[in-house]
C-alpha cells in the first residue's frame, strides 16, 4: 500500500532535494518539458454556438423559424452544405479520432511524463480538428450570406469605424453582436486603435484561451484556424447555430501488446449547424 505524506514532509523532503545537486537534478527531470513549437490549444470555435449534449437515442433535429438558408458540416466531416428551404434542421454527426502511440522504451527513456504528453498532444490535435471545421463552416455562412453580405475592406484604410458598420448590420435584426474571432494577423488592427476602442485583457491564463478583450461588449477571440484576412462577428450562441454533442472527447486505452506499445483511441463525435445569417457577420480585410 503507499503511505501518504504530509505537507510538512514533503516540504522537508523538498529541503533536503535542494540542498544537493543530485536532488536538484531530480526535480529537473520530473518537471522537465518536451521542446515544442507550440502552445497547448485551446478550443475555442465552441463558443460561437449553442452545446446540445444529445441523450442517448435522440436525434439532433432542431426547429427553425428563421427564412434564411442553413448550413451544416456534413457526415464526414469535411464539406459544408447549404440548407435552402427546410422547417427542421437535421444536423449530420460525424467523428472526429486520434490515435497515438508510443513504444514502452520511450516511457522509461524521456525525462517528463511522456504519457500524460502524449494525451495531451492528442486532444490538442483533436481541438484544432474541430476549431477548423467550426471556423470553415462559418465563413463558408458568411462568404454566402443572402441577409448581412461579407464586406471587404482594403488593409490600408481598415478602421474602427468598419467595425462598428459590422455591429450594425448585426444589430439592425435585434441582435447583439456576442463574439469577434479573427487571426492573429488581423489582431495588429485592434491593437492600433487602442485602450479608445478595446478594453485589453491581461490575465495570462485567459489570453492562454485565446480570449483578448471586449470590443464594445462583445468578447474578442483570436485562433490560428481563422483563414487569415477573416474577421467573424457572431450574436448570441444560441442565435447562431449549435453543435450537437453525441459523445465528448473521450479517452480509451488502445494497445498494442504484440509491438510492446502503449495507445490510446482519443474521439468525439459531434455536429455542426448554424440557422441564422441575421445573427452572423463577416468582414474581409485584403
Do not use: C
Not at 79 to 87: E, L, M, N, P
Not at 152 to 174: L, P, R
Not at 218 to 233: C, D, N, R, V, Y
Amino acid at each position: 500500500m503507499s503511505r501518504k505524506i504530509t505537507a510538512a514532509q514533503k516540504h522537508q523532503l523538498m529541503t533536503k532535494m535542494l540542498a544537493s545537486q543530485a536532488g536538484r537534478k531530480r526535480i529537473a527531470a520530473s518537471i522537465q518539458e518536451p521542446l515544442r513549437k507550440l502552445r497547448d490549444y485551446q478550443a475555442i470555435g465552441r463558443k460561437a454556438m449553442l452545446i446540445d449534449e444529445l441523450p442517448d437515442g435522440a436525434l439532433p433535429i432542431y426547429d427553425r423559424d428563421v427564412d434564411t438558408p442553413a448550413y451544416v458540416v456534413g457526415e464526414e466531416g469535411e464539406s459544408v452544405q447549404k440548407v435552402v428551404k427546410a422547417t427542421r434542421l437535421l444536423v449530420p454527426i460525424f467523428e472526429l479520432a486520434s490515435n497515438p502511440t508510443v513504444p514502452f522504451t520511450q516511457v522509461k527513456e524521456r525525462r517528463f511524463d511522456i504519457v500524460a504528453r502524449i494525451k495531451k498532444k492528442s486532444k490538442d490535435e483533436l481541438f484544432r480538428k474541430e476549431d477548423n471545421i467550426i471556423f470553415s463552416a462559418l465563413e463558408a455562412a458568411g462568404a454566402n450570406n443572402t441577409v448581412n453580405s461579407q464586406v471587404s475592406v482594403a488593409a490600408a484604410s481598415f478602421g474602427m469605424d468598419d467595425m462598428a458598420t459590422a455591429f450594425s448590420q448585426v444589430e439592425t435584426h435585434g441582435h447583439r453582436v456576442d463574439k469577434v474571432f479573427m487571426n492573429a494577423q488581423e489582431y495588429r488592427y485592434f491593437r492600433n486603435a487602442g485602450r479608445d476602442y478595446i478594453d485589453f485583457e491581461t490575465q495570462r491564463e485567459l489570453l492562454r484561451t485565446g480570449y483578448l478583450g471586449l470590443l464594445w461588449g462583445a468578447q474578442i477571440f483570436m485562433s490560428p484556424e481563422i483563414t487569415a484576412g477573416k474577421i467573424i462577428l457572431t450574436a448570441e450562441p444560441e442565435y447562431i447555430g449549435v453543435v450537437p454533442v453525441r459523445i465528448d472527447l473521450t479517452v480509451i486505452p488502445a494497445d498494442q501488446p504484440t509491438l510492446r506499445q502503449f495507445g490510446w483511441s482519443v474521439f468525439e463525435a459531434i455536429g455542426v449547424g448554424i440557422h441564422n445569417e441575421y445573427g452572423l457577420q463577416t468582414i474581409v480585410v485584403t
